[in-house]
């Protein structure tokens, strides 16, 4: 993606913020402008203390020492003013940016999950967003107030003579647009390159943390430490040609600088000699060159600030303009549950034909089993009817039409699926079954738990249903987060039941418990139980068998 719209792209999420951008930009201004007259002032002083007139106007040394006092304090409060709102609008923005985020992630969902590296999208979620702040709160407003000063800056020099004031011009032409030019041209490519290999790390050690576990017992600790060492060197390799190309851009910059000092000081010493100028205008125009580069060198150094940044963009971009495999249906039919139906499904991963012509029905007030080997696709049966994909041919119905034609929104709340792992929040056991019903009250959570056979559990903790869970509830059995996942598909009170394994972790006599409660559930309700054990789907109404993605 060239710059060009990536700078677009960017600059749009400020429109609503232009107000806020516009106050950022004159305290900027207003404040390099101070920090410029505080040196002149101090020219002025010397001026005076010779007994020499500035514009032929005699200026006190009483009126120089207030007007630096002024200048110091106001200074002081243009910056935190500008800090303020400049800050204000990127934060503001990475948080709207990261909504969006997650908006976009939302859509991609189950395939996206699927196929990207978490650490990948955790790097990007965190520091790909973060990194944005630098063009927000470090490249927008100074390059404006850049444009303004500059405009100020040739007014007063062509108050003194005309010639500075195109000396000034040609100055911060060079400085401020062919070098961030010229530092564009040198970039090679090692931000985006530094950017991917951060996300890989990132990556790398999330995998490391997960299974921390099978490292330590397989005895992998040394090798993955001399991966970890590798990883570093490569991108300790790729920080070097970062910080390479900075300390390029900052010699050539200072160089440039004192080229220009000498240019100036040279011009307007040849004006003072013939007479053109005095004393006076020549010191001050030179006092007023060195003090008043700080907007200008703002912008020459966005060719090194923005490498990353620009970087993280595309990432950024590339994530928020992915198109989803499928698209969420909002102008459909909305649910209300009689029946689904699998009518002669075909699917494939990549290359891999994983169902063939599967017909199934699920009734309400009707528990169905369906039962199989592990990989003759009973999952992906059930993420076919939650529509995470689409059959390559065939049709999933509810009540007759076609679940693409309905409300994914309607489609999601008529379903409570149970997968064969349970995600658990670092959250309290409360919050973790809530999830499922915002609005559910603490009897009907509680009731949940008891149906899902794990009260009795939760109740013999200190803390009760408030105890915390740590990270991916590792203070949990397989089969203490099972049974909370069932206690969420209780409390969502949806219609149709999707059950992946329910029973998978769980030891014959709370088998019995969640078996009972199922059964007790189907009323007014469809049931569909996957599982490879035969005596978890015996309380079936009726059980479907399926080898090899047949229905046999």
């Not at 505080?38 to 514009?55: A, R, T, Y």
């Not at 000063?149 to 647009?177: D, E, P, Q, R």
């Not at 920080?239 to 040279?266: P, R, S, V, Y």
Request: glycine fraction near 6%; include cysteine.
């Amino acid at each position: 993606m060239k710059k060009s719209e990536l700078i677009k792209k960017l600059v749009v999420f400020v429109k609503p913020l232009s107000g806020v951008m516009t106050i950022t930009v004159i305290l900027r201004v207003a404040g390099f402008i101070i920090a410029a007259a505080i040196p002149v002032l101090g020219g002025v002083g010397i001026v005076s203390l010779l007994g020499l007139k500035i514009f032929n106007v005699s200026v006190s040394l009483d009126f120089v020492i207030i007007g630096l006092i002024v200048c110091a304090v106001s200074r002081g409060i243009f910056r935190y003013g500008e800090q303020l709102s400049g800050h204000y609008i990127a934060f503001t923005l990475l948080a709207l940016i990261r909504d969006k985020i997650f908006t976009a992630m939302r859509k991609l969902a189950f395939v996206k999950l699927q196929k990207e590296d978490s650490g990948s999208l955790l790097s990007i979620i965190t520091a790909d967003i973060e990194l944005l702040e630098v063009f927000y709160a470090h490249t927008i407003a100074p390059a404006a107030s850049a444009v303004l000063y500059f405009i100020f800056a040739l007014i007063i020099f062509a108050k003194i003579h005309i010639v500075l004031s195109l000396t000034v011009a040609l100055i911060y032409i060079v400085i401020g647009f062919f070098l961030p030019l010229l530092f564009a041209k040198m970039d090679d490519g090692a931000g985006v390159e530094y950017r991917k290999k951060m996300s890989s790390l990132n990556s790398f050690f999330l995998d490391s943390l997960l299974g921390i576990k099978e490292i330590i017992f397989f005895d992998k600790i040394r090798e993955r430490k001399e991966d970890i060492e590798k990883r570093g060197e490569a991108i300790s390799g790729t920080f070097k040609l970062l910080k390479n190309f900075e300390g390029k851009t900052f010699a050539i910059t200072e160089a440039a600088l004192t080229l220009c000092n000498f240019l100036m000081l040279g011009i307007s010493a040849f004006l003072l000699v013939n007479g053109k100028i005095d004393f006076a205008a020549f010191l001050i125009s030179n006092l007023m060159l060195l003090s008043g580069y700080g907007p200008i060198i703002a912008v020459s150094g966005l060719a090194v600030n923005l490498q990353q940044t620009f970087a993280s963009a595309e990432r950024v971009f590339s994530l928020l303009e992915e198109k989803p495999e499928l698209d969420e249906v909002t102008d459909g039919e909305n649910l209300s549950f009689e029946k689904v139906d699998a009518d002669n499904i075909n699917f494939r991963y990549d290359d891999m034909e994983v169902l063939k012509d599967v017909s199934i029905s699920v009734k309400k007030d009707e528990i169905v089993g369906l039962c199989g080997k592990s990989g003759s696709g009973k999952s992906t049966l059930l993420r076919l009817i939650m529509r995470f994909f689409d059959p390559l041919s065939g049709e999933v119905k509810m009540n007759g039409i076609d679940i693409k034609k309905i409300n994914t929104a309607s489609l999601r709340e008529s379903v409570s699926y149970i997968t064969q792992q349970t995600y658990i929040f670092k959250k309290s056991i409360y919050e973790n079954i809530l999830l499922a019903n915002r609005n559910a009250s603490k009897e009907e959570v509680i009731e949940a738990a008891k149906k899902a056979a794990i009260h009795d559990f939760i109740m013999s903790l200190p803390e009760g249903y408030d105890t915390k869970m740590t990270e991916l509830g590792g203070n949990l059995s397989s089969g203490e987060k099972q049974r909370l996942g069932l206690a969420r598909a209780f409390l969502h009170k949806a219609p149709l039941l999707l059950l992946d394994e329910p029973t998978g972790n769980l030891d014959s006599l709370n088998e019995a418990l969640i078996l009972n409660s199922i059964y007790q559930e189907k009323k007014d309700k469809g049931v569909l139980i996957v599982s490879h054990r035969k005596s978890t789907v015996n309380a079936a109404d009726k059980i479907v068998y399926i080898e090899k993605g047949r229905v046999r």
